[in-house]
């Protein structure tokens, strides 16, 4: 209904609608009372409500996921994964939650893809190449050695090359009832600790090493004896000499192993796993019985882990390299370049033998160059000389 004009053509104010209205339930009242005197019969009074029941605050259930990692205890990579589950559980506001366990609590580390199918585990944090026994082709996703790419830029593959629809190839293939995910693009690995410093790769011939998935492929086609273990098992192995060096990954981890203290000489920089990163793992019936939104909670979270575990990488790995050369008194060196040009012949024969024998490994290979050949080219390309600027900086020479 159209409000009532005044004399001017303008509405009547709030105030004077208000008295109005005021008014004409005063003059209402007055004519109920004004019956009632006469002896007329009272107005019937208004229906009582019932009052309302209190608002009652229903809490959702909270969906619990049991997830266990591939790492000792004391290994950094399990505070990397406890970052993972912290965004998880904070951004799921208690709908969600992830309760996370150290390697061997349930099964053992190289058990996990296997377990997190069958259902046993819920959820995993490892790493391909601990279930390349399956297939080779497992540790192209993160843990070879290098088709152009450093890891970062592998992990640009992966989310947007074509590598995860690749990945979900293969896990049905296997009949791996598993959904991963991806984080943490892992500096160069180190090629590792010896009893004498390695020249070149001569010194590599004969030697028992220990490391894992395709980089074992490669170090055995350099002429060594390579034994597969898992990290907790590497300082036991190495004081009984089942192996004579190892490599794990990275220098806190090795530190926080001992390694400092049943050997010395330490060769960084590689090519034998030069694009690793976690992967991690969810049963399929639990992933997908959850709503979309927890679904992209554990999605969007390996992201946002994957920058906070380099973070924290950086930290903690340059401190402890300088801790091993200052106070350990470790021989920090540099792996000599001839090692890496015969580390790249010896994975050309591996390229080619394996692309032969299994053309997903070829898909795969030609997949991740073809990524390369244009990513790498614009980096390198575009990079800055960020070792002369050190160099400069801080006055020193760095070994090639």
Request: hydrophobic share 40%.
């Amino acid at each position: 209904m159209k409000k009532e004009l005044l004399k001017d053509g303008a509405a009547p104010s709030d105030s004077s609608t208000t008295r109005r209205k005021f008014l004409g339930g005063a003059a209402a009242v007055a004519g109920v009372a004004a019956l009632a005197a006469c002896g007329q019969q009272e107005a019937p009074k208004p229906e009582a409500k019932a009052p309302a029941a209190p608002a009652v605050a229903v809490k959702p259930s909270t969906v619990v996921l049991k997830m266990q990692g591939s790492w000792g205890a004391k290994d950094i990579f399990n505070e990397m994964a406890e970052e993972y589950v912290k965004r998880v559980n904070e951004m799921a506001e208690g709908r969600l939650r992830i309760d996370y366990l150290v390697a061997g609590a349930v099964v053992k580390p190289f058990e996990v893809m296997d377990a997190v199918s069958k259902g046993v585990l819920d959820a995993g944090h490892s790493v391909p190449v601990y279930w390349y026994g399956k297939s080779k082709v497992a540790s192209l996703f993160g843990s070879g050695p290098i088709n152009g790419c450093d890891a970062h830029q592998t992990l640009g593959w992966i989310y947007r090359g074509g590598g995860l629809e690749m990945y979900q190839d293969l896990l049905k293939t296997l009949n791996l009832d598993v959904v991963g995910y991806f984080a943490m693009p892992m500096p160069t690995q180190p090629l590792g600790w010896f009893k004498n410093p390695i020249k070149s790769s001569a010194d590599i011939k004969g030697l028992k090493y220990r490391t894992v998935g395709l980089a074992a492929d490669l170090m055995q086609e350099m002429g060594a004896k390579v034994t597969q273990l898992p990290g907790g098992e590497i300082i036991p192995a190495l004081e009984k000499g089942v192996i004579d060096a190892f490599e794990f990954n990275n220098p806190t981890s090795d530190m926080r192993f001992g390694a400092q203290d049943v050997i010395k000489n330490y060769m960084m920089g590689s090519f034998h796993q030069a694009m690793e990163f976690f992967e991690i793992l969810f049963n399929r019936k639990k992933h997908d019985a959850l709503p979309k939104d927890l679904q992209a909670i554990l999605r969007y979270s390996a992201e946002a882990a994957s920058s906070a575990n380099f973070w924290t990488g950086l930290k903690n790995y340059s401190n402890d390299l300088e801790e091993l050369r200052t106070k350990h008194k470790v021989n920090v060196l540099r792996t000599p370049k001839s090692v890496f040009q015969d580390q790249l012949k010896a994975w050309d024969v591996l390229t080619k033998k394996l692309s032969d024998e299994d053309p997903v490994f070829k898909k795969v290979v030609d997949s991740q160059r073809e990524w390369a050949r244009k990513v790498a080219y614009y980096w390198f390309i575009n990079d800055a000389e960020y070792k002369m600027g050190y160099e400069h900086i801080f006055k020193t020479k760095l070994p090639s």
